[in-house]
């Protein structure tokens, strides 16, 4: 492959999770290029559904939805990618893997995308276990129920139902009703809109083959369960090399950050620079389906971000995105950008999602988005029909509602404003950190 073609292959980010209904342009805040994602159309008959056997109640229920969750497989996953690609082996892997998987490649796709998966990366975990299961370019069998635990392991939400359904139908896996049921659970607990729903119709379907303590036994396992991410080993000798920068915020006095999945998720070393003081940062949750992670430091805080009380705001109202633009302010001060709401109804196809006019540039991925009165309203991400990384267009942000969901899933405190209070929130200087990911 030419070396154009490599970067461009490269550059791509597909995410097993979000559904694509239409050909849309896209551009990572964190890429000079712009790349062409494919129409859904062309792919749904690539993915090897979660199911096998119609006949069951479940299986109806299920294959009502069957076209929509079968693009949530081929969708588009935003990176950061000002970096050394070379050196981030497990990204590399996966985005090369993912691209030859959407052009049906199964046979060169499989052996990329098993490196990405045995060194840890969910999504690639995902595909794995949807090759073994459709029979393409593997034989089908018992190591795609394997691969979806892996992945479910670490909370990817459409592996937890594949899961669920292997369990609760009995055919690669025993049958464990109880089991199937509190991974249903799970996947509901991570997923927005349509999803959400068929998840929660499936599960409450699912209740019906236990007992009323048996259904309260698996509520507590769910709401006390965590997922176990998987941690690149970053190596301990040769010069420390940046591969990507990016930005998140306070959320809460005990340290904790909130910025986009595709920033610190198997980031090798993650440092956050409160003002000029590095900490190190360990990641907490992912919430793969949104693009959101929270890292926690050391640090205390009395400055943290206050979230509005409104979940999705009006098109047309003022907002701020505050991040770190390195390569574009050649210091260490976050760069503010200005727009409005151009669209608050789902961007892509992704419900977390919606549109705005504000230009944002490479390192501002996980930046706070705040409405007049400085309260966060989203999470910076990407950009649509951008042309270059200046581009001030279509500027995609993860909304208040997705933002809550997670934060209240996995337990993290934050401030919420109150509509009776007169204090005005804290500088976004004040809360927002420069977060740096590097390997030696």
């Known amino acids: 492959m030419l070396r154009q073609e490599r970067r461009a292959c490269r550059a791509r980010r597909f995410h097993p999770m979000l559904p694509t209904a239409r050909q849309v342009t896209v551009i990572s805040i964190e890429q000079l290029e712009v790349k062409q994602v494919r129409n859904a159309s062309a792919t749904r008959d690539t993915c090897a559904p979660l199911w096998r056997s119609p006949r069951s109640f479940v299986g109806v229920v299920l294959n009502l939805r069957r076209r929509r969750l079968v693009r949530i497989a081929a969708a588009l996953f935003l990176v950061a990618a000002s970096v050394a690609l070379a050196q981030a082996d497990v990204w590399s892997d996966y985005l090369d893997g993912a691209q030859l998987y959407n052009k049906k490649e199964y046979a060169a796709a499989y052996p990329v995308l098993l490196r990405a998966a ?105 709401a006390a369960w965590r997922p176990h991410l998987a941690r690149v080993d ?150 649509f029909d951008g042309r270059t990384n200046d581009s001030s267009q279509h500027t995609i942000i993860v909304g208040a509602e997705s933002i809550h969901r997670f934060l209240r899933m996995t337990k993290t405190s934050f401030e919420k404003a109150d509509v009776d209070s007169s204090a005005r929130p804290a500088s976004p200087a004040d809360f927002t950190a420069l977060l740096q990911c590097s390997s030696s």
């Open 118 to 222: 045995q060194a840890g990366d969910a999504r690639a975990q995902y595909m794995i276990a949807q090759m073994y299961q459709a029979g393409h370019p593997v034989k089908p069998d018992a190591t795609a129920a394997e691969w979806y635990r892996k992945a479910a392991d670490q909370g990817h939400p459409v592996a937890q139902m594949a899961l669920a359904m292997l369990l609760h139908r009995g055919t690669e896996l025993p049958v464990d009703r109880f089991a199937a049921y509190q991974w249903a659970s799970l996947a509901a607990d991570r997923m927005d809109g349509q999803l959400r729903e068929t998840a929660l119709i499936l599960a409450g379907a699912m209740a019906n083959f236990l007992t009323e303590a048996e259904r309260e036994r698996a509520r507590a396992a769910v």
């Open 234 to 383: 970053g190596g301990s000798t040769g010069p420390v090399r940046v591969l990507w920068t990016g930005t998140g915020f306070f959320v809460n006095a005990t340290g904790t950050l909130l910025t986009n999945a595709h920033v610190a998720y198997l980031c090798p070393q993650l440092v956050v620079f409160d003002g000029d003081s590095p900490v190190e940062g360990a990641v907490l949750n992912v919430d793969f389906g949104a693009d959101l992670a929270t890292v926690q430091t050391g640090l205390r805080r009395s400055s943290v971000a206050r979230f509005a009380g409104q979940l999705r705001p009006k098109p047309g109202i003022p907002i701020t995105v505050v991040g770190y633009a390195l390569k574009r302010t050649t210091v260490r001060r976050p760069l503010s950008s200005a727009g409005t709401i151009l669209d608050a109804s789902p961007a892509g196809g992704n419900v977390p999602w919606y549109q705005t006019s504000v230009p944002i540039y490479p390192g501002q991925s996980g930046a706070p988005v705040l409405d007049e009165t400085g309260q966060v309203i989203g999470v910076a991400r990407g950009v």
